[in-house]
């Protein structure tokens, strides 16, 4: 069954540190997530990715947060300079078509210290 | 603000019960819903998605919609240990986006 992967699992870093997370979505969806779970908390949406580019933004993902498609495969969310608010469950997700059926990769948990 | 509200819980039922969840969003556009079952530690699974008022049913899954009360649950019928997580209610909200709104969720504990 084809499935959203994502590394690392659990990432430790410093505060100011760059970080980057790696998600490969399934092969055939055309649209591509990024939302967080801080431990507790709601589930929260970061960025919609759709034809290369960035569909849609929340107020959480500012000039800190970026993504990236490099390569037709890898679906990339880097943070640049990390702060210990952004300690959190890192999750990728993937859709065929947009709807609000997405699968979900594993998660990375990331721990900002 | 757009809001997805639901008892944290936690709601606890005997082995082979119906276990009712429920969720009420405040955006009154709201179009999409969808149920997502999360195990402690793991990632969202999507069980039911439903567009239209009324009942939806797969397998031992039935979510039903009410969007002039602005609620929207779930039932599971015959309700088993493994059904044990926090059930998370998503809202995509009105307008030409992709994203979704996720209530806190309802944890669920099945006892056997």
């Known amino acids: 069954e084809p499935e959203v992967t994502q590394t690392p699992s659990h990432q430790v870093t410093q505060m100011g540190q760059e970080v980057i997370l790696r998600c490969v979505p399934i092969?055939?969806?055309?649209?591509f997530y990024w939302y967080r779970q801080i431990l507790g908390q709601k589930v929260e949406f970061l960025v919609s990715?759709?034809?290369?580019?960035?569909?849609?933004k929340s107020e959480i993902f500012d000039d800190q947060f970026s993504v990236e498609r490099p390569d037709g495969s890898n679906f990339t969310l880097k943070i640049r300079s990390t702060k210990l608010e952004d300690s959190a469950m890192y999750f990728c997700?993937?859709?065929?078509?947009?709807?609000?059926?997405?699968?979900f990769g594993e998660g990375s948990r990331l721990t900002v210290l | 603000q757009k809001e997805v509200e639901q008892n944290s819980g936690p709601l606890s039922v005997p082995e082979g019960a119906i276990a009712s969840l429920n969720c009420t969003y405040s955006d009154r556009g709201s179009q999409s819903f969808f149920w997502y079952r999360q195990y402690s530690g793991k990632s969202p699974e999507l069980i039911m998605s439903?567009?239209s008022n009324g009942d939806k049913e797969d397998g031992r899954f039935t979510a039903q919609l009410n969007k002039a009360s602005q609620y929207v649950s779930l039932l599971i019928r015959d309700s088993q240990p493994s059904d044990s997580a926090t059930y998370l209610c998503?809202?995509?909200?009105?307008?030409?986006?992709?994203?979704?709104?996720w209530g806190l969720g309802t944890s669920l504990a099945v006892n056997p």
């Open positions: 092969s055939n969806h055309l649209y």
């Open positions: 439903i567009y």
């Open positions: 997700a993937s859709s065929v078509s947009g709807t609000g059926e997405l699968f």
């Open positions: 990715f759709y034809n290369n580019e960035i569909s849609e």
């Open positions: 998503a809202v995509r909200v009105a307008g030409n986006n992709r994203k979704l709104i």
